[in-house]
């Protein structure tokens, strides 16, 4: 049997700004298993509009390898570090890299969104109520957040959709 070390595990990789292709193209050349998920997106300048291939993930990028093997990985250009939680490096399930794949590949729209917990700051971005700041205090299954707005010292509890918010730093 081997050693858990050995397995070869998805974890996250924090690449530069804009480096995520040079990056990836680094640790291919070192013959790592390395998952870039891109997405064809319309942006416009200021004299023309044109599709673009962009990073789903800004900054980020996907690794296959064993963990032992993580500093081979911040030793390459354009690598800022690997993602990390108490100090234990962040493992992806090979269930939710194959989702990404299936998603992209299946021409789904793909839009990142906000990722919020209970007890996150954010601000209202858009609607009447813009501007106002508070705490996520419940999600809902609707993909709904209720948030606490402090504005006249009392809670003030509101469904707001998750589009609308920003997460306060």
Known sequence: MTEPTTDPK???VY???RHEKLACEQLQKKGMEVYLPIIRSKRRWSDRMKWVDMPLFSSYLF???PLKYHLFVLQ???VHHVVKFNEAIAVIPDEQIEAIRVMIEGGYD???TEYFTVGDQVEIMFGPMKGVQGEVSRIDGKEKFVLKIDAIQHAIAVHVDRGY???VS
Do not use: M, S
Request: positive net charge; charged residues 15%.
């Open 110 to 112: 793909l839009q990142t």
């Open 15 to 17: 690449t530069k700004a």
């Open 63 to 65: 690794v296959r390898i």
């Open 76 to 78: 390459t250009i354009g």
């Open 165 to 167: 918010l920003k997460a």
């Open 10 to 12: 998805w974890i996250a």
